[in-house]
């Protein structure tokens, strides 16, 4: 059974930054692609970001491309999404997900879709 949790959410200004942070054990972590979704209150789920198994392929939905980055540590069962300059659109519970099949590339996994599980999510606010 693979578990996914998440943290590093808060408030911050527009402009401000967080570093957040997806745990995943149980599993096949090391091989499989990871991913970071959003949703905010009345909206859709929406796609942020994907990193295959061993982080040299990433993908960004547009509107995070050049303020968020994503990253892991494979050697931590850990993912990051760091995100800089943030705006008010930005304000949303962030969920991670980890990719059902191995080895597929970070944009694959964007497209393709079909996810194993999903963290409970990490609250983030940007407000001043």
């Known amino acids: 059974q693979v578990q996914l949790v998440e943290s590093g959410g808060g408030l911050v200004q527009p402009g401000g930054s967080l570093n957040l942070s997806c745990l995943v054990s149980g599993g096949t972590f090391k091989t499989s692609a990871m991913g970071w979704f959003r949703q905010a209150p009345g909206k859709e789920r929406e796609f942020v970001a994907s990193?295959?198994?061993?982080?040299?392929?990433?993908y960004y939905a547009d509107s995070m491309k050049g303020r968020f980055t994503i990253s892991r540590d494979n050697a931590k069962n850990t993912v990051h999404l760091q995100m800089n300059n943030l705006k008010t659109e930005d304000t949303a519970v962030y969920h991670c997900t980890i990719d059902s099949f191995e080895y597929r590339s970070a944009p694959a996994m964007a497209i393709m879709g079909d996810y194993r599980s999903w963290g409970q999510g990490t609250q983030v606010t940007v407000s001043s």
């Open positions: 990193i295959n198994w061993n982080g040299v392929s990433t």
